[in-house]
């Protein structure tokens, strides 16, 4: 895993949506088990935070050792430790599948509707999107042209794009990467 994102960023953004306060209750069918109401509740709150890195992972056409690092020390650190591999790794087939049956476009305009109702959770989105980008040490076109698409779509204007990519890049240089 990269240290700089787990340690730093990760730490500020999980503090974020922390401040914002929980998200709705998942409604759940009777007779569910403690631990299948667990998982709902983990893939409600990290789903959509994961689906936006998977399509950056896969952006380029290939999904690297670093990435997944980076998408799976991701989700730990923003769930405290709670998401376990297997969460993680259903999360990702489940991205994987979605994005193959609807297709690269109406994914990535779900995606955007579904963060598009919380700032911070689609700030965050894009920032995680952005360190998975960084994480083979090259921008590759078809991740900037995410990068940009989550920007547009999510509402956050270059200006402030900007000192999000800064400040993923400014730990980065801290950390000595």
């Known amino acids: 895993m990269i240290p700089w994102l787990s340690s730093s960023t990760i730490s500020r953004l999980r503090d974020q949506l922390r401040l914002r306060g929980q998200r709705p209750s998942v409604v759940l069918p009777e007779n569910v088990t403690p631990d299948l ?5 983990l893939l409600d709150e990290y789903g959509p935070l994961c689906d936006a890195m998977y399509m950056m992972m896969s952006a380029d056409g290939q999904v690297t050792n670093n990435e997944r690092e980076v998408l799976t020390g991701a989700l730990r650190n923003l769930s405290g430790d709670t998401l376990r591999t297997v969460h ?15 297709g690269r476009e109406k994914r990535m305009h779900d995606i955007i509707e579904t963060l598009q109702e919380d700032t911070t959770r689609g700030e965050v ?27 547009e779509g999510l509402g956050i204007d270059e200006e402030r794009a ?9 730990d980065l240089r801290a950390m000595g990467g």
């Open 88 to 102: 993680i790794e259903a999360m990702l087939e489940a991205a994987a599948k979605k994005t193959a049956e609807d």
């Open 162 to 170: 900007n000192e999000l990519l800064d400040s993923v890049e400014e």
């Open 37 to 41: 109401a667990e998982t709902l509740r």
């Open 125 to 151: 989105a894009f920032v995680l999107a952005a360190a998975i980008a960084f994480a083979d040490n090259a921008i590759a076109d078809q991740e900037n042209e995410v990068l940009n698409q989550f920007a």
